[in-house]
């Protein structure tokens, strides 16, 4: 037996704790999100407007349908009527995305974070899984509520949708996806802005006021942009049928992919360099 | 001897660390260790830069230059850094809206603490019973606790505490005082800034002494405390020109004080009574004067304090 095999080695003795992971930090995140008010009120929001105007939509639409053209006919769409909502759901989606980094710095609980979890991948990431995690489930549950009500509510008076057509399903969980998305942007937009305010009034322009300055644009250039737009590329996923102005749904779709892992590689940066 | 802990200890190791905001540096070429086993006093007047320093240490901000290690990593590198480093940096950075409880399983869960740890630091620092309150609800001394909670929740060898004793009634800093001696005696590192000299000097065993960023003193407390404890001697003579020149002849320092009297530095009463009677100087009163430890303090960073009060004309 030589000396050396007795010889302990200081220094590579293992910690008494395995080191923390990505699945602690989202384990972290999620019961942020579930532990203060904002969240569940920010969800019943998008609920009641998602499912809400979706059936108010429907009803009052499908009352409509026996006076209407052939060619107004041509272009009846109950998926659409019943997905309504969603529209004006984003709004509180995307909000829920920003609030739940921007009440971080108000509140400065962003240093403690930082300090629990220093690796800012690691930190942004676990909220962009849990908020597009969550805003998917909710936006689900709020799509296929609003559309078992919303067909139910038409059913009787015009054709309905369900979900043995094509492109029926693809489209309901196509509106889980876009929300997911818009709640990704918000994440984003609120970690490159750090206060709510300024978040919520540049994701409002991104989706409504922009895409409607658009149209004062000369009619070809207004085209193209409202095809490449990411918000509305985005939308076609959440669209049955399709129409030759506009991106198929996966492309749209992956056209909002696109600008939404740009802005948040941007706000992956910031929050590395930044003092906090 | 303190037993050591199983991990062993870790240093903090700063190297020529340096923080610039604009045209202000806030952090200028700190170099120094904190030590395992041994309370470690931070000390400046406010604006000094020791909350600067620590969120260097934490790396929330990025040094300017220089850098600073804990057990020879960068704190972003830690692979788990609530179990190698605790800190309380501002008490009130907390999301008002949640219990406390919640506030310590969402810390714990990040770094894959177990759930049973956060009834037990609650239980360390008295708040078993507000667990299930709101933080917004709670007093600065509670926040303080629950602040200092947070910090041993994954029972590092590194302790971190920004000014704990604010907001703490007397009971409160008697406690804390009472924790930072035990946990530096378990062999734990532990850094601890206050702008009260009065406070570190029962507190810390070694002193820190910053001012406008710069380093002014790094030495164990009795060491500080010997050297700035230095005695001034008042003396009353009606001849005070002469002895004035006497003394200074003698190698001590001279000082103008109140009232026609002089304030000696450097030598002892009894050597300036003979040197008097040498020089057939007739005194009138030779009394030593202590000076108290803020007033050491003071005078050592008063060319480096930013804000302060002018002196009332006399």
Redesign the interface.
């Known amino acids: 037996m030589t000396a050396a095999s007795n010889v302990d080695t200081p220094g590579v ?1 293992k ?7 990505f699945t ?2 989202l ?2 995140e999620w ?2 999100a579930r ?4 969240t569940r009120w920010t969800l019943i929001t998008a609920a009641i407007l998602g499912i809400g105007i979706g059936v108010l939509v429907s009803g009052l639409t499908a009352h409509q349908y026996a006076r209407d053209t052939a060619s107004a006919r041509s272009l009846w769409d109950p998926t659409a009527l019943s997905g309504a909502g969603l529209v004006i759901a984003q709004l509180a989606i995307g909000v829920l995305g920003i609030v739940i980094i921007t ?2 710095y108000a ?13 800012r991948g690691r930190f942004l990431g676990a909220k962009a899984v849990m908020i597009a995690g969550l805003a998917f489930i909710a936006a689900e549950i709020i799509t296929f509520a609003a559309f078992f009500i919303g067909q139910a509510l038409i059913s009787g008076h015009a054709p309905t949708a369900s979900l043995s057509q094509p492109g029926v399903l693809r489209a309901l969980i196509g509106y889980g996806l876009y929300e997911a998305l818009i709640a990704l942007l918000g994440l984003a937009l609120g970690a490159l802005l750090r206060h709510a305010a300024a978040a919520i009034a540049v994701l409002v322009a991104i989706i409504f006021i922009l895409p409607a300055i658009a149209g004062a644009l000369p009619s070809s250039m207004e085209h193209t942009v409202e095809k490449f737009w990411p918000t509305q590329a985005g939308q076609q996923v959440t669209v049955v049928g399709s129409t030759s102005n506009e991106l198929p749904a996966w492309a749209g779709f992956g056209v909002l992919c696109l600008f939404v892992a740009i802005v948040l590689t941007a706000a992956f940066v910031a929050l590395s ?1 930044r ?2 | 001897m303190p037993t050591p802990l199983p991990t062993g200890g870790q240093t903090i190791e700063a190297r020529g660390l340096t923080k610039q905001y604009g045209a202000k540096r806030a952090v200028d070429g700190l170099s120094f260790d904190v030590k395992p086993g041994q309370v470690t006093g931070f000390i400046g007047p406010n604006g000094a830069g020791k909350t600067t320093t620590m969120r260097l240490i934490l790396g929330l901000d990025h040094p300017s230059g220089g850098g600073v290690a804990v057990g020879g990593k960068p704190y972003r590198q830690l692979p788990a850094p609530m179990r190698e480093v605790g800190a309380l940096l501002d008490a009130r950075a907390i999301h008002p809206s949640r219990s406390a409880y919640h506030h310590l399983l969402i810390l714990a869960q990040s770094n894959g603490i177990p759930r049973r740890r956060v009834g037990e630091v609650l239980g360390i620092v008295g708040l078993e019973d507000a667990a299930a309150r709101r933080v917004g609800g709670f007093s600065l001394g509670m926040g303080q606790r629950l602040g200092i909670a947070a910090a041993l929740l994954g029972d590092p060898a590194v302790l971190m505490f920004d000014e704990p004793v604010n907001g703490l009634d007397p009971e409160g800093i008697v406690w804390i005082r009472k924790l930072m001696r035990s946990l530096a005696a378990e062999g734990r590192t532990v850094f601890v800034s206050s702008h009260l000299m009065s406070e570190m000097s029962v507190t810390a065993d070694h002193l820190i002494v910053i001012g406008q960023g710069k380093l002014l003193r790094d030495e164990g407390t009795s060491e500080f405390v010997q050297s700035s404890l230095e005695r001034w001697v008042r003396v009353r003579s009606p001849q005070l020109a002469e002895l004035t020149t006497q003394l200074q002849k003698a190698g001590a320092r001279v000082r103008p004080g109140t009232d026609q009297s002089i304030e000696v530095g450097g030598l002892d009463s009894p050597a300036i009574g003979d040197l008097a009677a040498a020089s057939g100087v007739t005194l009138h009163e030779l009394a030593t004067e202590h000076a108290s430890l803020e007033d050491a303090f003071m005078d050592l960073t008063h060319d480096s304090t930013d804000y302060r009060a002018s002196e009332p004309a006399a």
Do not use: N, Q
């Not at chain 1, 509140?107 to 690796?119: K, N």
């Open positions: 003795a910690p008494g704790y395995r080191p923390a992971s602690d930090a384990h972290s019961t942020k532990t203060v008010p904002s009440s971080e509140t400065g609980a962003i240093r403690t974070s930082l300090a629990a979890v220093p690796r360099r003092d906090t």
